[in-house]
């Protein structure tokens, strides 16, 4: 010991010690202000004198749930957020269904609540009318605005109403920005709005803060302590092993874990050894994951509902990838649509978070999507309603296949400009073609032109007439046979003539465009 103190990392910490002394207020501040936390002792000292809570003012959270666990360092992260005075944050939660975003706000709204003396106001933006949460965000102090019919004036009202108020307002489950338009409160007052969806672009020009709430670390003990707080101890202890297989199995996904710890909780004929053996059959384990109110398939409904349908349809039948990897050149294989629209729809699914990403920026197959294994039994379920997984499967069944260590292995290859997506069981990896001969830097000829490959459509023109370009400079992109092909100057020179235009349908060896060689 050398005499000095360290600096606790979060205030937070502070505020849960001051809690288990019973401090006040004025003690409380005292406590963050030796601790260097000038803010937060503010923040304290403005809240009633003597106590944390004003019993007169509202408390619209739902339910918290019992045995909540785990995402600690997302809790302090949001707690110290809410809890600095001089701004007035809009915090976003997002994630998939089933991974806990209403249970994470309504954990904090009990938590936090000390740290709002005009109250906590809770609005089920998913399943109310804005009309109807104006009306309960104003019945809670005593105004009464039903004689305001239309929803401008409403919000007016009510964005009046809390302009001056110390309170917190969770918005749970946003799917669209425009929802809203009517319900924020003035940047410039004093509420807090903690914002919770599925979706990870909302907002998405404003400046906020955007927590990602992920699946349960495999690595950590947050699935077994769920266990845990629903099963005991002992229980635990005994069948540790197996219910780390369940969890695994699961996905880590919390909304699931908890309705399988509840079956074993009360329901007599369920015992791990039976669970390990549903969860392994996988087919049809869904119909399983249920329990009361709760259910796995109706949380993933709710985002796949609002799919169109022709969305409905690519994702449904990406189920073929099982456990793989997936790119979109590889998905517009199998699902038989063009790059292009592969391309656009997984990443609509990605901000609805119906898929996942896979694998970081400076990785080789970053562009690479997976379904959480739950979501790819319920896209097979949903596939083989609407008839669709056939086709797919037909398409892998012609796929050319290889042996490695005396196992057959099946190949997607896939081009894509200069480079080939090669899927296996694996996943998807991108590989670029090298020639094997150096490339010729000459052409003999002093003017020529550039023909289609094969029947297409002209996707896009790169140059315009008269334009100077390198060699190997892209020119044109054509789409054929559901392929994109970049025709590329093959010796530098000037472009005399463009001979079709972007949408333009080309048959085979169509002369697409003219160059005048340099010398």
């Given at each position: 010991m050398d005499g000095r103190v360290n600096r606790p990392r979060h205030h937070s910490d502070l505020l849960q010690l001051a809690r288990a002394l019973n401090l006040t207020n004025q003690e409380t501040a005292v406590l963050l202000e030796a601790a260097g936390y000038a803010n937060a002792a503010e923040t304290i000292r403005q809240t009633p004198k003597e106590g944390v809570l004003n019993s007169a003012a509202p408390f619209q959270a739902i339910p918290e749930l019992p045995y909540f666990v785990g995402r600690e360092q997302i809790i302090q992260k949001i707690e110290s957020l809410l809890s600095t005075s001089d701004a007035q944050p809009v915090c976003i939660i997002h994630g998939m269904g089933g991974i806990g975003k209403t249970t994470l706000a309504a954990h904090l709204a009990y938590r936090t609540r000390y740290l709002f003396p005009d109250g906590v106001l809770w609005g089920d933006v998913g399943r109310s009318d804005p009309m109807a949460i104006l009306q309960a965000f104003a019945q809670a102090y005593g105004v009464d605005v039903s004689h305001y019919r239309d929803l401008a004036s409403r919000s007016q009202v009510v964005r009046q109403l809390l302009a001056d108020k110390r309170a917190l307002l969770v918005l749970d489950d946003v799917w669209h920005s425009a929802d809203l338009r009517h319900l924020l409160p003035p940047s410039t007052g004093a509420a807090t709005v903690l914002i919770t969806t599925r979706r990870n672009?909302?907002?998405?020009?404003?400046?906020?803060?955007?927590?990602?709430?992920?699946?349960?670390?495999?690595?950590?003990?947050?699935?077994?302590?769920?266990?845990?707080?629903?099963?005991?101890?002992?229980?635990?202890?005994?069948?540790?092993?197996?219910?780390?297989?369940?969890?695994?199995?699961?996905?880590?996904?919390?909304?699931?874990?908890?309705?399988?710890?509840?079956?074993?909780?009360?329901?007599?004929?369920?015992?791990?050894?039976?669970?390990?053996?549903?969860?392994?059959?996988?087919?049809?384990?869904?119909?399983?994951?249920?329990?009361?109110?709760?259910?796995?398939?109706?949380?993933?409904?709710?985002?796949?509902?609002?799919?169109?349908?022709?969305?409905?349809?690519?994702?449904?039948?990406?189920?073929?990838?099982?456990?793989?990897?997936?790119?979109p050149e590889t998905a517009a294989f199998a699902t038989q649509v063009s790059p292009h629209t592969a391309r656009?729809?997984?990443?609509?699914?990605?901000?609805?978070?119906?898929?996942?990403?896979?694998?970081?920026?400076?990785?080789?197959?970053?562009?690479?999507?997976?379904?959480?294994?739950?979501?790819?039994?319920?896209?097979?379920?949903?596939?083989?309603?609407?008839?669709?997984?056939?086709?797919?499967?037909?398409?892998?069944?012609?796929?050319?296949?290889?042996?490695?260590?005396?196992?057959?292995?099946?190949?997607?290859?896939?081009?894509?400009?200069?480079?080939?997506?090669?899927?296996?069981?694996?996943?998807?990896?991108?590989?670029?073609?090298?020639?094997?001969?150096?490339?010729?830097?000459?052409?003999?000829?002093?003017?020529?032109?550039?023909r289609a490959p094969m029947p297409g459509s002209v996707l896009a023109v790169m140059v315009s007439q008269g334009q100077t370009v390198v060699e190997g400079e892209p020119l044109l992109k054509l789409e054929a046979m559901k392929m994109e092909h970049t025709i590329r100057a093959p010796a530098a020179g000037i472009v005399t003539e463009i001979l079709f235009a972007p949408g333009d349908s080309v048959p085979a060896d169509a002369q697409l465009l003219q160059l005048a060689f340099a010398d």
């Open positions: 672009d909302l907002l998405a020009s404003a400046d906020i803060q955007r927590i990602e709430l992920a699946l349960f670390d495999e690595d950590r003990p947050d699935s077994l302590a769920l266990f845990r707080h629903r099963l005991g101890v002992a229980f635990v202890n005994r069948e540790e092993a197996t219910l780390q297989e369940i969890a695994h199995a699961l996905g880590h996904l919390p909304l699931a874990i908890a309705i399988i710890a509840n079956h074993l909780a009360l329901d007599p004929d369920w015992s791990v050894d039976y669970i390990l053996n549903v969860l392994r059959h996988k087919q049809g384990r869904l119909a399983d994951l249920a329990y009361d109110d709760q259910s796995v398939s109706l949380s993933f409904h709710v985002g796949y509902d609002s799919l169109p349908m022709e969305m409905k349809q690519f994702f449904v039948q990406l189920a073929v990838f099982q456990t793989q990897a997936f790119s656009r729809s997984s990443r609509s699914l990605y901000t609805l978070l119906l898929v996942q990403v896979q694998g970081q920026a400076n990785d080789h197959n970053w562009r690479c999507y997976h379904l959480h294994p739950l979501m790819r039994e319920f896209a097979l379920e949903e596939a083989q309603k609407a008839n669709v997984v056939h086709a797919a499967r037909q398409q892998f069944a012609r796929l050319p296949g290889m042996q490695v260590n005396g196992r057959s292995h099946k190949l997607i290859i896939v081009p894509n400009e200069d480079d080939w997506w090669v899927q296996t069981e694996s996943g998807a990896i991108c590989t670029t073609a090298l020639p094997r001969l150096p490339r010729k830097t000459a052409v003999s000829a002093t003017a020529g032109s550039l």
